[in-house]
Each structure stands twice: as C-alpha cells, then as structure tokens.
C-alpha cells in the first residue's frame, strides 16, 4: 500500500517565478528498424520537480529515458537542458550533464564491494594508486545519504536486491546527478526500503534535484509524484498536476478506455483440503517448521518483508530447494518433494519470481517454452507430439492475449507482461492443481496485469488452489481469500479477508503480534 | 536454418577453390581418403556435438581414441582375448569414461574443462603404460573386423579399383540420422538444447537435466570410442604416444562451425558433419597446394574458424535488431 503521504512540495518560489526548465524535450521521435517507437513526445522537468512517467509496456517509456540518458540519440525532434539545445554523445556525456539513469535491473559489479562500486571508474587516488581510505569514507556519507547502514568495504554481491539498489542511487548522488531518473525503483524493495526511497527522493527533491519516476505502481505515483506525464503508444496522452491524480484517471489515460474495476472483489466458493504443509522446513530457514492448509478454489496472498523467505518456502514447496524436515500432503500423498518433477507429478506447479532466468529459457523459441513442462506427459514413446505443443500453443496464445508476431519468436523479444503470459501458458498446459506464483506481475504493465488476475480467478473457480507471494500490498489486499504472512523464515500469522488491511500484515510482516 | 547456408557455402567456396588450386584434388583415390577422414572426424565430431550443446566441453576426445584405437589390437593380439570379448571390454571402458565425466560434472559440479582435460592426459598416460608404448596393429589377421575400416562399397558403373564409398562413410549416415532424430525428434534432445540454453529453467520445468548431461557425456564418449575403433582399422598401426593427438580440436571446430555455440542449446547434426568436412578440405587444400607451405596447416585452420564465427556473431546481431523491432508492437 502507500506510505504515508507528507506535505505537497512547491516547485515554485515564494516570488511566484517558476523556474526555468530543467530538462526539455520537444517533438522526440526515435524509429527502429520496422517500429516507430516515439512520435513526437514532449517533456517537461523543472528543477526539485518529481515527474512520473507513465504508460504500459511498449509505450515507449524506456526508449525516451533512454534518449534522455544519452544511451541512444533521437532521430527528430530536440532536447533542451537549462534552455540550450543538446544532442548527446554518449552516457558519459549525459551523465556530464547531469542525467543520470538508475536501471530496473542493477548494474553493480557484485563481486567488488560497495565503495568500489560507487566510484567505480573515477576512483580517488593519491600518487597514481587507489585512495581506498578516502573513497570508503566518502563512500560512507551518500550511503548515509540513501540511509543505507552498511559499512563502505560490504561486498555488493552479499546484500540484498533492496540494499544493492540504494547502492546504485547513492553512486548516481555521488555524479551530482542534477537529474536522476528511475525505472521501477522499486520493484525489488520492502515497504520499508521503499519508505526510505521515498524520503530520499523528497530529500532530493528539496534540494533542487529533478527525478524522472517510471512506476506501474500507480499508488506509489499518486504519493509521490509533482506531475504525471502519460504516454501511450509512442505519443503523449495526457498530463496529470498533481491535485487531480488519481487512480482511475491514470489507467483511463495510460489503456485509452474505461478500465473496469481492477481487482474484483468476489466471494469465492472453497473446496476441501487439497494441499497440507506439515512441519516443512526449508533449507533457507531450517529452525522454523511451516504449517498451514490450502483448499481448493482459494486463492491464497503471502505477505512479508523482503528477506522474509516467501520465495524460499516456494521454493520448498515445488522442490527446487528440498525441504529439509517435515512433509507436505497433496490430494491422498504424503512426500517431501526432492525434485520439480516430483512436484510436477503432484499437480503442483511454479510461476517463478525471476521469469528469465528460472521461467524461460530466452533463445528458445514461445512454442518451444510453453510445451516444456508438457514434453514427458505427451510424448510418444520418447518421441515429441510436435501435434500438441502446436496446440497448447496456439490455445494459450488466443486465450491469454499474448502479443507476439509468431509462436516461433523467441521469448526474449517480448514484452515483461508477455514473456509473463508464456510462464503461465507453460504451466495452465499441465493443468495444475495448484499454482504457485511468486510475484505473478511485478514488472507488467497494466493491461497485462488485469489480464492475470482475471486469470487468477477464473482458475479459482475452475477449483485450482492459487498460493502466490506479492510485495504489492495492494495486490495481497485485493485478490486473496486470505493472507499468509511471513517473518524472518517463518509463517508470522494468517488473516482472513475481513481483516486484511495494510496495518494487519504489516504488524505480523515486522514481527509484531496479531491486532 | 540460417547457419546452415552460411557453413554450406564456405564449404562449397574452399571446395571449389581447392580442386582449382590443385589437380590432385578430384582424383578418386583422394575423394575416397577424403570422403573417409570426413566419416570418422564426422563421427567424433557429432559425440562432441552433444557435450557442446549442454554448454560443456570435452578435450578428452583425442586420448579416448588412443585409448580404444591402441587398446583394441592390444587385447586382441597381445592378450589374445576372442572378438566378441574384447568388443564388450572396449564398449564398458567407454562407458565408464562417458559416465564418470558426467558424475563428476554434475554431482561435484566440476567444471567439464577440468574434467576432461585431466581425461585427456589420464587415458593416453594408461594407454601408453599397458600397452609399454609399443606400436599396436591387427596385422594381416581379424579380415572381418578390418573390413568395418577399409573396406569399399562399389558405385554402380564405378569399378571397385578406381573408387569406392568406404564403410565408414555408411556408419556416419547411420550415425548421423540417429543423432539428429535423437536431437531433434525426441524429448530428451529437447530437454538437452532446453538444458544447455539455460539449466535452472529447464530443471524448474521438471526437467531432470542431471542424467541429461551425463547422457550427453555417454554419448560423446561412446562416438569417441567408435571413432577410434575406425581410426585404427584405417592405419592399422597406431603409436600410444601420438595417436588420435588433437582429434579433438578437430572435433570442437568442426562443431562450432557447424552451429554448437559454446554457450549452449543450439547445433545441428548436419552443420556438424559439413563443418567436419570443411576441415577435412581445408587440410586437403594445405596439403595438395604448392605454394601453400604445410606447416601452417593450424594457422589456416584456425583463421578460417574464427572468420567463420565472427561471421556468425554478425548475422545473429543484424537479425537480432530486426526481431527486437517487430516484436515492440
């Protein structure tokens, strides 16, 4: 859910001048072979100003921050910073400007420790020879800055998604970035992380520094944001000030059309016991032995910190990561599953957190991907049934809307929300008694968003169990019959429906006894 | 596919360029020699092939040949076991190599390099030891087995003097259409490219990519010792010291030619055996051409190999641009 909201910041001085824009960007429109991905996009950035950007996948959001960034250069149109006309040459360049892009996925070298990483390149140095001293103490304060307590000589690799992205914002701080513009910040933190982020970002804000948000998390913008700028299909398709932002507002602008309720609250009919985890103890947290039931027909959110081990108990349950203690009982057998395919064979199935490198094999091509799971149970006598991967593909892509120009295109040149799609296809192709999705939309656009959920349900009426984790409080509030929340590896508490409230998991996410 | 075309038309470039740089070229004795290196690299070539796939590697290859190509005529002649005996011992030492560099590749999770690298040195060590690193042959005898090696098949209208298909080339169709009904038709040759591309997702797909890479492994060591069993019933007189020496550098570039990339999940078995006879043309050429000296024989070869995989790299990356953009629909 949201953090709490604080006071509204004044891009404009007490003198009533604003001031003069920051970054500019008129008419930008940038082609790629066969694609025109930006048609003429405006853009507006006044200094201290929060911006967000906004827009479903294939809009073009990415393709602009990165022209703004200098990582490629626009074909028409023009960019203007503190009022003069700039054509970039590079990232360097950019970043001499001032524009500094965070990605969603982290560029550290995780092998090297913090301070390496934040002066990575322009290490200070005394007679030719690295200052270490010196770099760790100042490494030291823009970590205080991101409010990262870790000390400088930490190595990257050993923190967290979280702490690792603090990482990267406080190395764009430590360039003076004047501009720091952030894709999907934060996708891989905790509601305390992103807190933090937050009071940064207002921080920063403050202090004249100008963000360029990107974010599916319309809550999050709604809290944050100065402006919203909406972009659909390469173009612009509205801009929003911030008084009038509001949720509907913005999926009206970012689909085009009256989106419908988001999530539908229905009453679901559960079924029997079809699942239960007796004293299961994960390799992850072996002190902590894991007990609850899933019914049939129910659709089950796990909450919890990052950290919290949500991922590993899934992990624990579909055999990946073997259980090191206890058992589980799925429809009369009882095992302690060693293997996927042990897991498999129960009916079980996992839509991973990391879709690329654990839910799909890239080069392969959409068909290939969606049989995969499928291959054992349709073969002819070790010969693949070339006839039903045909149609488990083309029935999972007319059913689940997956957009792609070929069933014979390789996964890698989707869209998030698709390559998502395949995962799934995958999966519904062995026809699960339960499903365990892990982050089922983090990184999807809206429109595939709605079309997941949708998914969701319709299997939870069909009578498939749906386990799924999410760090969007909003999803776990919105879709589960109940809640499982997690703390430090073990299961802090479940809540039924009627008490799901952003203070009730948080409570039990941070340790706390139920309200 | 497009590989395909790509290895292809080199080949068929050096082709025509050898049999115009040198007379000797398309004589029938030497299409015959050359129709058989080709058959027994192919062989090797395609055993390799597999490991490739699963994005592993093995250099052990050479020393398998010498292995079974000295230890075969050594069982026979020295300790005088029968045919059917020595075959079955040849059969089970394959087996337990392709086995153990499988385990320990993926229940101690050794590196394949590693691995086959001590391979490669471990079984010529052995081979030079039992057999006292004396020359081994069939001499005149074992005429049967002998025939697996030199013997010909006669083309109608061809008279048997003049030219013959060997047999050996009739084992690597064999061979061939096997492996690539294996690869492309079965599930297990799915699960092996799924695997090489990337191992997690495979192993989350229910996969069990363990037994698939010692299966590749197997695979490649029983192709090895095929191959050395040919190699030896073609000279008839192998030296422990040398024999079957850099085979498997043959091996790995004809299957990189042929479309393995070393990253894994992606081959053919038809680029594999036309990248073997490219190399078997290109030694042909290095040979029979005058002015080019012989013993830069490795140079050539290896500057053809890398303008071949550079060439490679730019066409995945032009294609590449194209898919990006017709996907961002």
């Known amino acids: ?515 | 596919m497009k590989k395909i075309y790509g290895i292809t038309g080199i080949f068929m470039v050096v082709f025509i360029l050898t049999a115009l740089m040198s007379s000797s070229f398309l004589t029938p004795y030497n299409m015959e020699r050359l129709i058989l290196r080709t058959s027994l690299f192919g062989i090797i070539s395609i055993g390799v092939g597999f490991v490739i796939i699963t994005s592993g590697i093995d250099l052990s290859i050479g020393s398998v040949i010498c292995l079974i190509g000295c230890g075969l005529p050594w069982l026979l002649t020295k300790l005088s076991l029968s045919m059917p005996i020595a075959i079955l011992v040849v059969l089970l030492a394959t087996l337990m190599i392709g086995l153990l560099h499988g385990l320990l590749i993926t229940k101690l999770k050794l590196q394949p390099f590693v691995v086959t690298l001590c391979g490669l040195l471990m079984y010529r060590g052995l081979t030079r030891g039992f057999t006292g690193d004396q020359t081994q042959g069939f001499g005149q005898v074992f005429k049967e087995l002998r025939w697996l090696g030199e013997g010909r098949v006669a083309l109608p209208g061809i008279p048997l003097e003049t030219f013959g298909l060997p047999v050996p080339f009739f084992i690597l169709v064999l061979v061939a259409i096997l492996a690539s009904i294996f690869l492309n038709r079965t599930i297990y040759g799915r699960y092996l490219l799924a695997l090489g591309r990337n191992e997690q997702a495979a192993r989350y797909s229910g996969i069990h990519t363990d037994k698939m890479i010692v299966v590749a492994y197997l695979i490649c060591a029983g192709l090895a010792g095929l191959g050395g069993v040919l190699f030896i019933l073609d000279v008839n007189s192998a030296q422990p010291v040398d024999f079957g020496n850099f085979y498997e550098l043959y091996a790995i570039a004809a299957a990189v030619l042929g479309g393995c990339s070393l990253r894994g999940g992606q081959g053919t078995i038809l680029g594999v055996v036309i990248g073997a006879a490219l190399m078997q043309v290109l030694r042909n050429m290095i040979t029979l051409v005058d002015w080019i000296p012989t013993h830069i024989e490795y140079a050539v070869i290896g500057a053809v190999i890398l303008v071949g995989v550079v060439a490679d790299e730019v066409v995945k990356r032009v294609a590449s641009s194209r898919q990006i953009a017709a996907s961002r629909q």
């Open chain 1, 1 to 515: 859910m949201n953090p709490a909201p604080t006071e509204p910041l004044d891009s404009v001085d007490e003198a009533g001048l604003s001031p003069p824009l920051l970054l500019e960007g008129r008419g930008i429109t940038k082609s790629f072979p066969g694609v025109k991905a930006l048609k003429g996009v405006d853009l507006k950035l006044s200094p201290g100003e929060v911006l967000a950007v906004i827009g479903e996948n294939g809009a073009g959001k990415s393709t602009l921050m990165k022209i703004l960034a200098g990582v490629q250069s626009h074909d028409e149109g023009e960019l203007r910073i503190d009022g003069q006309p700039v054509r970039f040459s590079g990232v360097e360049d950019a970043l001499g400007n001032g524009i500094a892009l965070i990605h969603q996925e982290l560029n550290l070298a995780d092998n090297l420790d913090v301070a390496a990483n934040i002066f990575l390149g322009r290490e200070p140095r005394r007679f030719g020879l690295m200052n270490t001293s010196l770099m760790h103490a100042q490494a030291s304060d823009w970590l205080q800055k991101v409010g990262l307590r870790v000390p400088p000589e930490t190595i990257v690799g050993h923190l967290t998604i979280g702490h690792q992205q603090l990482v990267e914002i406080a190395k764009a701080l430590s360039v003076n970035a004047r501009v720091l513009i952030m894709d999907e910040p934060t996708s891989s933190l905790s509601q305390h992380e992103t807190e933090q982020l937050f009071a940064v970002i207002r921080d920063l804000s403050a202090k004249g520094v100008a963000i360029v948000y990107i974010s599916h998390r319309l809550g999050e913008v709604k809290a944050l944001a100065h402006r919203v700028t909406v972009l659909r299909d390469g173009e612009n398709a509205g801009s929003i000030e911030k008084q009038d932002i509001h949720h509907d507002q913005m999926v009206r602008l970012m689909v085009g059309r009256d989106v419908s309720q988001y999530y539908a609250l229905k009453e679901r009919q559960t079924g029997e016991v079809i699942m239960k985890v007796d004293g299961l103890r994960t390799p992850h947290a072996p002190e902590h032995a894991l007990h609850f039931e899933l019914r049939s027909g129910e659709i089950v959110g796990v909450a919890g910190l990052v950290g919290a081990g949500r991922t590993e108990m899934l992990q624990t349950l579909f055999g990946v990561a073997p259980a090191v203690g206890g058992s589980m009982w799925v429809a009369g057998r009882s095992f302690t599953p060693q293997s996927a395919a042990q897991a498999i064979e129960c009916g079980l199935a996992l839509v991973p957190e990391d879709r690329k490198q654990q839910g799909l094999v890239l080069e392969m091509a959409i068909k290939e991907n969606m049989s995969l799971a499928s291959l054992r149970r349709d073969q002819r006598r070790g010969f693949l049934d070339f006839g039903s991967e045909q149609d488990i593909a083309d029935r999972m892509i007319a059913d689940m809307r997956i957009k792609t120009p070929s069933d014979m295109q390789q996964a890698q040149y989707l869209s998030g929300g698709n390559q998502q799609k395949v995962v799934l296809g995958k999966w519904l192709a062995m026809k699960p008694r339960i499903l365990l999705l892990d982050e089922p939309t983090r990184g999807i656009d809206v429109g595939a968003k709605q079309d997941i959920y949708r998914l969701m349900e319709k299997l939870a009426e069909q009578g498939v169990a749906i386990l799924f984790v999410s760090s969007e409080m909003e999803e776990i509030i919105g879709m589960s019959d109940r809640a499982l929340i997690m703390h430090e590896g073990r299961l802090a508490g479940g809540l039924p429906r009627a008490e799901l409230s952003e203070q009730s998991v948080m409570q039990l996410a941070t340790g706390g006894d139920r309200p």
